[in-house]
């Protein structure tokens, strides 16, 4: 089991960047992580995925190239860098935690969920 609590959203302006990051606790090594999306309206969607150490990432094809997952097992944090941000990227962020070996970017894979941070990306 692993608790999971998303922070540093915020307003931006479009092109700038801002990192989200979750903190973990419980056995976040064994856990591959993800980050989705949902803005108001629209169903919650897949942006990124790392492994649980980290050696593979997988990423939406609207983020790819802009974001970055990365994660730190000793800390147990993860984070996602956003750069060149667009306000099509204005969503609430969560983090989750997939039992699944690898990368999976199936909402239904993921069994624990943050509550989630708003990021603003203005225009």
């Known amino acids: 089991q692993v608790t999971l609590v998303e922070s540093g959203g915020g307003l931006v302006q479009a092109g700038g960047s801002l990192r989200v990051s979750c903190a973990a606790s419980?056995?976040?090594?064994?856990?591959?992580m993800g980050w989705f999306r949902q803005a108001p309206g629209k169903e919650r969607e897949f942006v990124a995925a790392i492994s649980q150490f980290g050696r593979r990432a997988d990423y939406s094809e609207s983020v790819e190239g802009r974001f970055t997952v990365s994660r730190d097992n000793v800390k147990e944090w993860l984070y996602l860098q956003m750069n060149s941000l667009k306000p099509e990227d204005t969503a609430v962020y969560y983090c989750a935690a997939s039992p699944i070996a690898g990368t999976t970017s199936r909402l239904s894979d993921y069994h624990y969920w943050g509550q989630g941070t708003q990021v603003t990306v203005s225009s």
């Open positions: 419980g056995s976040f090594f064994s856990f591959s």
